[in-house]
């Protein structure tokens, strides 16, 4: 028995295997694919809560760039006791965008929340307290990667915190190799079959582009992050947070 929630879109053989889009066949199936194919998914969500505690100040705006159904943000919004403070959600997804304002207004909070349809590139980082690029920034295009968390780096108050969690690449082929395979176990326990992993990898090919860990850490630098750490990891699924 199946639900109309359960993730079932590469269950059945696709002629020619489209990429991979958010679009309003993935937001029906999202919260089901992403607890079935991200590991650590609901620790780094509930983190994410518990960060903005700590983090988020009085009189200040915090984003979610790529903030897809509202996860983050929702946990921020439970969690944030700053006071007079926003939290704005960007999503460049029409049916996302849809679907996350219906989220958000199903759960009351002190916190104003603003969904606003864009690319987040085109955002205007100010005066923020903590940003959440929770498994965006490998969609974005590598070449704009650097002006993106830079801008994020000159919009953040001292102090604040920027929380990226991605999908990453391995410098080590054999190591890179094993991660894959026990992200596909995982995937494989969790009910996917040979051909639903094998037409989500190619339908992810060529617009999810994952970097090494290193890149990460040399990018936030470049933007002149003072701190930064890796706080989790599962096989080839980690996050990150800098400190400005």
């Known amino acids: 028995m199946t639900s109309s929630d359960t993730d079932l879109i590469y269950s059945n053989p696709h002629g020619q295997v489209k990429d991979f889009t958010f679009d309003a066949q993935v937001v029906e199936v999202f919260p089901d694919m992403i607890s079935r194919s991200v590991p650590g998914y609901n620790t780094i969500i509930d983190t994410i809560g ?13 984003y979610d760039l790529g903030c897809s159904l509202g ?18 959600g960007v999503d460049n ?29 085109d955002i205007d980082i100010e005066d923020a307290s903590m940003v959440v690029l929770n498994f965006t920034l490998q969609f974005i295009d590598k070449n704009e990667r650097q002006g993106l968390i830079t801008k994020i780096a000159k919009g953040l108050k001292s102090g604040g915190i ?20 026990l992200h596909h176990d995982f995937k494989r ?16 090919e060529h617009v999810m582009k994952p970097d090494p860990l290193e890149t990460h850490f040399e990018r936030l630098t470049q933007a002149g992050f003072s701190h930064m750490t890796q706080w989790f990891q599962c096989f080839n699924f980690l996050s990150i947070v800098a400190i400005k």
């Open 162 to 181: 920027l929380v990226i969690s991605e999908k990453v690449a391995h410098d080590d082929p054999a190591c890179n190799e094993l991660l894959i395979n």
């Open 71 to 88: 996860a983050a943000t929702l946990a921020m919004r439970r969690a944030i006791t700053a006071n007079h403070c926003n939290i704005i």
């Open 93 to 121: 997804s029409a049916a996302m965008v849809e679907r996350c304002k219906t989220h958000i207004n199903a759960f009351k909070g002190n916190t104003p929340v603003d969904i606003v349809q864009a690319n987040i590139q």
């Open 189 to 204: 326990a969790n009910g996917y079959s040979e051909l639903e992993i094998a037409q989500k990898r190619s339908a992810l």
């Open 50 to 62: 518990r960060l903005s505690q700590h983090y988020v100040t009085d009189h200040s705006t915090v």
